[in-house]
């Protein structure tokens, strides 16, 4: 019930955002096209059912969109609009997925290392790093190490996706390829992300510390190592599991940037490209899909968390 | 093997140190941006053309980018922008963000699942591409920014404050104003608006290194301020242009972004533990 009322709300939010701002698709072809006239203009707009009242242009949307038709896009090759995301999805969504597993892999023993030694010369200085990690622009970052391993010791390609080479390489080098053109893409994203996650981390793993049944554990003469990985993680992991469905929409947005700099052919260039050529059909796909994937990742750490939480597991949702 | 040790406090000097380094930090990028025109002896766009790509020296001290211009100045002028940028979007996102909160909380029932349901629906946006397509078919202009960037980040706030007006409505002394006979805006303004504006404090200092960065990545893209006007996600566009040639154009304005941004979080990560006695113990 709760996840088809935001869904509506998502396809309301999409249509409305684009077509209450001013200008219209058929700018591009025709006010700003000097051979174009008005007559061609109201051909256009009769072509793409523009000439229509909104709420029935809404309504043919949503009427395609529940047949999982996101329609044709209007700008360059008018291939269908979920063709075009299709192929852009796996990279976009490939990267994020890597960098997520890698900013857990680096946050959580950051911040339960914070955690056991607060206030101490680790803690001190992982909060120090942390704060200049939690401001630093990605992209400036990223022009950093352009600049650094790309052109004064340039051991990473800094741009695309493959080498020119690419066709004629064995399947090996190809993957090797591949891997070198993702590194600094990934270690971007990850950049943007650890030091929030390993912040939260910190704090989970406080608020579990002072609990009463990690005191009774210590009390019962269990190894620090038993207390803090059998008692503490487990627990403090279980809102981690949370923020990280919550990240989602930030990890697609920042793929507009990344994707930008790197001249990498994902989600975002798509998007981005679709906005610059005013595609109506392509950016409300773009927007939907966002929204429903991050409206997936929210429902996923509902499960994993109650996957997690025998006290979730056994006694049912709860507030 | 990891040694036991009790757990402790850290000392009240070393939690005000973050907030006193937070405090100088915004204090000077806030001076600098505001004594912009009588801190250096240049003009922002002023062109010098036996001055190309200078590096930094004692006359330009961060160096001259590919037009002549002193990058210094414009580094200073840049940040008239990002934070006019962050205070106005704040508060238009706070402004929103409290109200929707005060009613959703104080009225409850349907009025309450109708704006939360909202703030559920705008969440899962990611913010980014909401942001890039209302900017993309307006005028790329300061005004615009603002508003766009107020207007996709307000939920943060609406959630707090929901949540601190359903706690305060059964206080006493809202009780009390009730019985009195006080009308709902009455109490709502007078009464719980005085006692929720903690958390919104903390918020709206995060929220401005938030704003700054999404304005500086629009710019960096091309749809935020655009040239001749300084902005440091500009900057950064153009010294990507010539990264390999002259890195200080790409160097400074990312570490005047990376410096305001890191002073308001501390400031804002402190004003939440000073604030929040369930962090004091």
């Known amino acids: 019930m709760w996840v088809a009322v935001v869904f509506f709300g998502i396809t309301v939010i999409s249509f409305w955002v684009i077509h209450l701002a001013p200008g219209s698709p058929t700018d591009l072809v025709t006010t700003l096209n000097p051979q174009a006239d008005t007559d061609a203009r109201a051909r256009f707009e009769k072509l793409y059912g ?29 291939r269908p609009v979920w063709d075009k995301i299709k192929e852009r999805l796996p990279l976009t969504f490939g990267m994020n997925v890597a960098s997520m597993i890698l900013t857990l892999l680096v946050a959580v023993p950051l911040g339960v290392a914070s955690a056991w030694w607060r206030g101490g010369a680790f803690d001190r200085t992982t909060t120090v790093i942390v704060f200049i990690g939690f401001a630093m622009p990605g992209f400036w970052l990223a022009l950093l190490l352009m600049l650094w391993l790309g052109i004064q010791w340039p051991i990473l390609p800094i741009s695309g996706l493959t080498s020119l080479n690419f066709a004629s390489m064995s399947p090996l080098e190809k993957t090797w390829d591949l891997t070198k053109h993702l590194i600094l893409p990934i270690f971007i994203y990850t950049a943007g992300s650890w030091a929030g996650m390993s912040r939260f981390m910190r704090s989970s793993m406080l608020e579990v510390l002072r609990q009463d049944y990690i005191m009774t554990a210590k009390a019962k003469g269990l190894s620090s190592r038993v207390v803090l990985f059998r008692h503490a993680m487990r627990n403090a992991l279980m809102p981690v599991i949370t923020i990280l469905g919550l990240s989602v929409p930030s990890l697609i947005g920042g793929s507009v940037i990344i994707e930008s700099i790197f001249a990498l052919p994902g989600l975002g260039q798509l998007f981005y490209g679709a906005v610059m050529a005013r595609d109506y059909p392509l950016i409300m796909g773009s927007l939907v899909l966002g929204a429903v994937l991050t409206l997936l990742g929210n429902l996923l750490a509902d499960v994993g968390y109650g996957l997690a939480d025998p006290r979730i597991r056994f006694s049912g949702r709860e507030a | ?147 766009v960037i107020g207007l996709t ?53 995060l929220g401005v290194a938030g704003a700054i960065l999404v304005e500086s990545s629009l710019s960096f893209l091309g749809l935020g301020v655009q040239p001749p006007d300084a902005s440091w996600g500009n900057m950064l566009t153009e010294g990507k242009e010539v990264l390999g040639v002259a890195w200080w154009l790409s160097f400074f304005p990312g570490m005047a972004i990376l410096v305001t941004v890191l002073g308001y979080n501390l400031l804002g990560e402190s004003l939440r533990d000073l604030l929040d006695p369930r962090l004091r113990q």
């Not at chain 2, 946006?125 to 202009?141: D, K, Q, R, T, W």
């Open chain 1, 50 to 78: 523009l000439d229509q009242p909104l709420y029935v242009q809404y309504g043919r949307w949503l009427v395609r969109l529940s047949k999982f038709d996101f329609g044709e896009s209007i700008s360059g090759d008018r």
């Open chain 2, 153 to 205: 980040s307000w939920m943060g706030v609406a959630r707090l404050i929901r949540a601190e007006t359903l706690s305060l409505r059964e206080r006493d002394f809202v009780q009390a104003a009730k019985a009195a006979g006080a009308s709902p805006m009455r109490i709502i303004f007078n009464h719980i608006l005085p006692n929720a504006l903690a958390p919104v404090l903390v918020s709206a200092t």
């Open chain 2, 1 to 147: 093997m990891i040694k036991r040790k009790p757990l402790k406090r850290p000392s009240f000097l070393s939690r005000n140190a973050l907030l006193i380094i937070g405090l100088v930090l915004v204090g000077i990028m806030s001076l600098s941006a505001v004594l912009a025109p009588w801190l250096t002896p240049y003009h922002p766009s002023h062109l010098n053309v036996d001055n190309l790509l200078q590096p930094p020296s004692t006359a330009h001290i961060m160096g001259t980018d590919a037009l002549g211009r002193d990058v210094f100045t414009r580094v200073l002028h840049g940040g008239r922008v990002s934070l006019w940028v962050g205070f106005v979007a704040v508060g238009i996102s706070s402004c929103i963000g409290l109200i929707l909160g005060l009613v959703a909380g104080y009225f409850g029932k349907l009025v309450d699942e109708i704006i939360m349901r909202g703030v559920d629906v705008m969440l899962c946006f990611p913010s980014f591409f909401l942001i890039l397509a209302v900017i993309a078919f307006l005028e790329p202009s300061l005004t615009n920014i603002m508003v």
